[in-house]
């Protein structure tokens, strides 16, 4: 595939990470702002950095998980890699705008 299509392909990958819901606050991963990077490259493998809202949640490893079955289920993924992070540490001002009525951001 070339680059482009590695673009797109990132792209449907983000798409499917919005059906994940943080059990927690309840809102998709996406919009909390707990995905910080999403690449495909052009081999089709897949790499994705993502933290949780708190270092220690108790909800990171099912995170992990579904983050890794939802990224393999795209097709044209051949291969998914999910980094968890702490760095830089999440804040309520990550969530994007109009999504909850505690986010800072408009």
Not at 57 to 75: D, K, N, R
Request: glycine residues 10%; hydrophobic residues 45%; negative net charge.
């Amino acid at each position: 595939m070339d680059i482009d299509q590695a673009r797109g392909l990132a792209a449907d990958v983000l798409a499917a990470l919005t059906g994940i819901t943080d059990p927690e606050i309840g809102g998709n991963i996406v919009d909390l702002g707990l995905i910080y990077d999403v690449s495909v490259d052009e081999a089709g493998a897949a790499n994705v950095v993502m933290t949780t809202t708190t270092k220690g949640c108790p909800a990171a490893g099912f995170l992990q998980q579904a983050v890794q079955a939802s990224v393999e289920a795209v097709a044209g993924v051949t291969v998914a890699v999910v980094h968890l992070t702490y760095e830089p540490r999440w804040t309520p001002e990550m969530i994007r705008a109009g999504v909850f009525p505690f986010s800072s951001r408009h």
